[in-house]
DNA sequence: GTAGGATGTTGACTTAAGTCACGTCTGCTC
DNA sequence: GAGCAGACGTGACTTAAGTCAACATCCTAC
């Protein structure tokens, strides 16, 4: 199943150091040492081929994972046996967070293409943050991050309509992908309609019809995964109400 | 519009140490020396008022908190003017984690109830977090337990019904209790059934005909807020489909 | 103890999204 | 490059929850 392709060995070389993404997994500025002490424990791990697992739910927890390439999601199975995808996952993000408390995974992560991962393994990074009391201020923030993106989450999906969810969740791959120096108005999705369903709370046949009359609305052309936003200041206008340049996410950025 | 009473002189008198509540808010055993230094930078702040504000959304953030008595909302403003309710938050329970990564609260925290909180000064926490690194660590498992819940809350929200949501939500409430050491299928909501609404994503009618459906088929017993949990298996099984004694929240606990 | 607002309840109607059924496209595998 | 499975699209129909409007009840302040 899994056919791992061979890293360009420049990628396997790289280093926390000069990562290109470390202002996003690492956004303040530690001091040089101690990045390369992280560095030290780092592990870069061979890529993961399209839907593979980097860890499953109810496996035991020993590192978290910061995506370097290609995109991951993050679903746990429900007790009546269906899946939810509790997350979407692209280069410079930090997973497996949620397992520290529990010493367990409690959803498992899949590849949604071939991507590759830093593993930071979890006991050594405590043990270092004991010497390097930076390093554990900065994975507080990065949690606490975490948190904000799992609120705008439950937002996303109260009380919005199909149209709206879809608007929102579009502008925020949007927003990501700029953080990364990519184009934020034309992208392509790593996602199946289905998953991306699956995520927003909707059916696969909602979610062509929803894509077809935003497409209609002139504010999105769609050509298969590959989207164009037509028409940001509208798309914002649907997801948020009435203010277009106002917070994207009420509770992301808010001062 | 506020009017603090004054806290009974032995609980104000309480420290972690001999806290009721210390085994919530700090599960893990800390030694006795790194609790009492946790303890000489906490802060006992008056009661506050029912429908005060503890902070309010876009304020600086200095300090987190520890609910003691009462119960706590948080909350935030949509772009488009509505208010959503991101959290109920019970004695035990910590709040204001979500605003550590940009130094302003994201969200507003309403006393549902006269309440009481221990304050604690994030920057003096980061401090002593430095030379005690079992607290540090501690913040770490406890915000991890926060992004458990935050997923459990998008699950939730997801593609369930009225009758699940509302069934899910006072089957977590009687966890929580439980885990105060109060009885599980008998409590009062501090909250009204337009906030419950506003926190599950459906609007007050609904409530309350789900409230009395619930009723009708024998899961619940109703008298204004007062809940008695008839029969909670059924409850369980409404909430969660097809696994009676399943996991009551997929991603709470997976091992 | 009463007035008045907030909160909660009920019924009739509307609508957005789900369901079912079927057809088409796309991209693998052999 | 044929064949197949999964992903995607479309239409007709159903249904759960929202909306609107009216009324009841509970608190709180005076």
Do not use: W
């Amino acid at each position: 199943m899994s056919l791992p392709r061979v890293a360009a060995v420049n990628e396997v070389r790289d280093s926390c150091r000069n990562c290109r993404l470390r202002e996003l997994c690492l956004p303040d500025s530690l001091s040089l040492a101690e990045v390369s002490k992280l560095e030290e424990i780092v592990q870069r791990r061979k890529p993961i081929a399209r839907g593979d697992y980097l860890f499953q739910s109810g496996h035991p927890f020993n590192a978290i994972y910061a995506v370097r390439t290609g995109s991951i999601k993050t679903s746990s199975l429900l007790a009546n046996g269906d899946e939810h995808i509790t997350g979407f996952h692209f280069p410079g993000e930090v997973i497996g967070l949620e397992a520290i408390t529990s010493d367990r995974h409690a959803c498992a992560a899949i590849a949604m293409e071939t991507s590759s991962v830093c593993e930071i393994p979890f006991h050594a990074l405590e043990v270092l943050g004991e010497k390097a009391p930076k390093l554990q201020q900065q994975l507080v923030r990065i949690m606490s991050r975490e948190l904000v993106t799992e609120q705008g989450t439950a937002q996303l999906l109260t009380r919005r309509s199909a149209e709206q969810r879809l608007a929102a969740i579009l502008l925020n791959f949007s927003e990501r992908f700029v953080r990364r120096g990519l184009s934020g108005n034309r992208f392509r999705l790593p996602m199946s309609r289905l998953d991306l369903g699956n995520y927003l709370g909707l059916v696969p046949e909602t979610m062509s019809r929803t894509f077809r009359r935003l497409e209609e609305q002139g504010l999105l052309d769609i050509a298969g995964k590959e989207i164009n936003i037509a028409d940001k200041s509208a798309l914002t206008e649907l997801a948020y109400g009435t203010a277009p340049e106002a917070t994207p996410n009420a509770c992301r950025r808010s001062g």
